[in-house]
């Protein structure tokens, strides 16, 4: 099992360039999430999935959009980057958290480091 | 979104010392979840509390629910060198489990 891969781990944009971040997980997992980290803070809720089909916004939806077209995949798309979307970007995943029994367990990949220039 | 405070932001301590760090949120949640990460990875789960109140150990992590489901805190005993890194509170929505929210961080440092 590869867990949680997210591609690529460093990338450098200009500004009001577009680019995709792409997680895939291997778990069957219905739940998938993304998330941006900027120093001192903690982790924000970007967009979400509840299942294939199913996205909903976050905390911070603004400048990006995400698609869940199967099961293993949740790309993050930034259609126009600007310098205060540079962060770092981690993809997470778990089993259904309304589901007690399933124990909200999420598995992180390793992140996207990401800055616009 | 939710509020979370997460405190103190740094520690320094010496091997062998026990560690405490705790969070509060403005409003429920339904789960209580802690968090390590180590520079350039993920965080790591290691432990989750699902109810008010319960307290539960993992090897020498200790962490509780609080009974008013707005705060918990986690206790660290007899610190190790590898203890080193930043941990995390998190909380699920008590009103939407698909919403998690992440505290700002404890950076831990242990001098051996």
């Known amino acids: 099992n590869a867990g949680v891969t997210q591609t690529p781990k460093f990338q450098v944009l200009k500004t009001g360039q577009s680019m995709t971040l792409q997680c895939a997980q291997d778990?069957?997992?219905?739940?998938m999430s993304w998330y941006r980290q900027d120093p001192g803070m903690g982790l924000r809720l970007i967009h979400y999935s509840v299942g294939a089909g199913i996205t909903d916004q976050g905390e911070v939806p603004n400048g990006y959009n995400v698609s869940r077209s199967t099961t293993e995949d949740f790309p993050l798309r930034l259609l126009s980057a600007a310098p205060s979307q540079t962060s770092v970007y981690f993809c997470?995943?778990?089993?259904?958290?309304?589901?007690?029994?399933?124990?909200?367990?999420?598995?992180f990949g390793a992140g996207t480091r990401l800055s616009v220039l | 979104g939710q509020q979370l405070n997460q405190s103190p932001q740094s520690m320094f301590i010496q091997e062998g010392e026990d560690v405490s760090m705790n969070c509060t949120s403005s409003?429920?949640?339904?789960?209580w979840l802690w968090y390590k990460q180590d520079p350039g990875e993920g965080p790591v789960l290691l432990i989750a509390?699902?109810?008010?109140?319960e307290l539960t150990s993992n090897g020498r992590l200790t962490a509780q629910f609080g009974i008013t489901r707005k705060d918990s805190f986690l206790n660290i005993s007899a610190s190790i060198p590898s203890d080193v890194g930043i941990y995390f509170c998190a909380g699920q929505d008590g009103y939407n489990f698909n919403k998690f929210y992440f505290g700002s961080g404890t950076k831990l440092n242990v001098k051996p």
């Open positions: 409003s429920i949640f339904n789960t």
């Open positions: 997470a995943s778990s089993y259904a958290p309304w589901d007690r029994v399933a124990k909200n367990i999420q598995y």
């Open positions: 778990m069957n997992h219905e739940y």
């Open positions: 509390l699902y109810k008010a109140g």
